[in-house]
């Protein structure tokens, strides 16, 4: 008996989060990104919760995913939701949840085919 789905063999797997990085496959990366289920990791250029503006989910809106994950962070923040008018006028939905929580969600929606992207707040670490 098979307990893991197929993944096609395009799509992205987030395979480690730690506090101010994520790994999506083999490559990691120590700063905010995007994550389709398919195809290239993007930069997302926003480093703290504070630093969202609407252009950040206009973005995302012109990806045209049918679902977003939005990792908060290490904790579950919401944003205002005038922030999120470019999804919601374009009839996206939008999840969030902590960054944890929101790569695992990510990894489950995406192997069963759905169109998800995964915003995800990478907060970097101060220097001990």
């Avoid at 506090?19 to 290239?40: D, F, K, M, N, T």
Wanted: proline share 7%.
């Amino acid at each position: 008996m098979k307990f893991q789905p197929d993944i096609a063999a395009d799509a992205n797997v987030i395979t480690r989060q730690e506090a101010g990085r994520i790994w999506v496959g083999q490559q990691p990366y120590a700063h905010s990104l995007l994550v389709p289920r398919a195809g290239e990791v993007l930069r997302w250029d926003v480093a703290a919760l504070a630093g969202l503006t609407p252009a950040h989910f206009e973005r995302i809106a012109a990806l045209r995913p049918e679902l977003v994950i939005f990792g908060s962070g290490a904790r579950l923040r919401f944003v205002a939701p005038a922030l999120l008018r470019s999804l919601i006028d374009a009839r996206i939905g939008v999840e969030t949840m902590d960054t944890p929580a929101a790569c695992r969600t990510f990894n489950v929606l995406a192997s069963e085919g759905r169109l998800v992207l995964a915003a995800l707040l990478v907060e970097s670490i101060p220097p001990a």
